[in-house]
Nanobody, 124 residues
């Protein structure tokens, strides 16, 4: 499964961005999907995940109340709407696909497929 993340860019603190993760030519409707991020000098961390039907969503504490993950299985696309962005949200954001569900969606090592990443920079 090849994943293509897009939508990153430069935004001022308090602004919004919507990231997209597409899987051209391949359905991901049966995969749980997640977003992770890695800031310079830091380890990759979980941001948000959504079950394959979209019925369950999981968020890191840092994302709760500000980020919303959603999916459109007809378009093979997953979104991450990010509002009230902060400078500490600056990172490369990666989308990933997971054959499993439940709590494993919050564990990066359980994902088998990763996109190339899209850079989000939040200026103060």
């Amino acid at each position: 499964v090849q994943l293509q993340a897009s939508g990153g860019g430069l935004v001022q603190a308090g602004g919004s961005l919507r990231l997209s993760c597409a899987a051209p030519g391949r359905t991901v409707s049966t995969y749980g999907m997640g977003w992770f991020r890695q800031a310079p000098g830091k380890e990759r961390e979980f941001v948000a995940a959504i079950s394959w039907r979209g019925g369950s969503a999981f968020y890191a504490d840092s994302a709760k109340g500000r980020f919303t993950i959603s999916r459109d299985n007809a378009k093979n696309t997953v979104y991450l709407q990010m509002n009230s962005l902060k400078p500490e949200d600056t990172a490369v954001y990666y989308c990933a696909a997971n054959r499993y569900g439940g709590s494993r969606l919050q564990v990066g090592a359980s994902y088998g497929y990763w996109g190339q990443g899209t850079l989000v920079t939040v200026s103060s």
